[in-house]
């Protein structure tokens, strides 16, 4: 067909128009650059491909031409490559990816809150993992950071206490604190990638967002991202124009 690519990209761009509308609540008449500019504080996407999206409603302006109010005619056809890569950020903008599907599930290490603090001790060594979930009667009840828990005992240290005591008569349970647990974020099982990478640019001091069922404490942890696994999400992002839904 003579102007396949340009069907192709007109639908692509449909698609995102109708999106931003959503987003911004705009007019069905609001001008598609103004959206794209107004989207770009409400969407990560948005502020990615932003000078892209701009490109593109330039483009769609300069293939279609307007015969009736109900009838457009294709006077140009974009090249592949532009058809392809406006169906990319369509498919991110429209159907982001969850970030379970980007992250391949490990495991979590935890402990228990009546455990001694010795047994996070000895988890950090074995997991070599900085966060432990600590659980309470099968509910999750805090985390126990390992930079945080190594300030605990210098501080005790300091003071000339029995640090060796502290490890072994203290519940794990004991040292948890809401201080601590604001630098973790809880999201649901339906998070996206986008969502992830919200929260890490909204909270500068965010340490690692955590994955449950609801997002809610007290539920079992799934998944925890810390910045370290975004080069992982990246490199799935770049072939998830080519996956199946």
């Known amino acids: 067909m003579e102007y396949a690519n340009a069907e192709k990209f007109l639908q692509s761009y449909n698609r995102i128009e109708s999106q931003l509308k959503i987003l911004y609540g705009g007019k069905a008449t609001q001008n598609f650059t103004d959206l794209v500019k107004r989207c770009t504080d409400l969407n990560l996407t948005v502020r990615r491909y932003e ?12 293939i279609v031409h307007r015969v009736t109010d109900s009838q457009e005619v294709f006077i140009a056809n974009p090249c592949d490559n532009v058809v392809e890569n406006i169906a990319f950020i369509e498919k991110q903008l429209c159907h982001p ?10 495991k979590i290490a935890s402990v228990f809150a009546d455990k001694p603090l010795i047994t996070a001790v000895q988890t950090f060594a074995e997991s070599w993992q900085k966060s432990l979930i600590v659980y309470d009667h099968g509910k ?8 945080g828990l190594y300030g605990e005992i210098a501080s005790r240290a300091a003071r000339g206490e029995d640090i060796n005591a502290f490890l072994m008569q203290t519940p794990c349970g004991a040292i ?8 973790y974020k809880l999201v649901a099982a ?3 990638v986008f969502d992830v990478f919200k929260a890490f640019e909204e909270q500068k001091n965010l340490l690692a967002v955590i994955v449950t069922e609801n997002g809610s404490l007290g539920e079992k942890a799934e998944c925890i991202v810390t910045p370290s696994d975004f080069p992982r999400i990246n490199r799935y992002l770049e072939t998830y124009n080519v996956k199946p839904f």
């Open 51 to 62: 000078n892209e999206l701009i490109d593109y409603g330039k483009l769609r302006n300069a």
């Open 97 to 106: 990816p969850r970030l379970t599907d980007a992250i391949k599930i490990k």
């Open 140 to 147: 999750m009840a805090g985390v126990i950071n390992s930079y």
């Open 176 to 183: 948890l604190s809401d201080e601590v647990l604001s630098r």
């Open 190 to 192: 339906d998070a996206t």
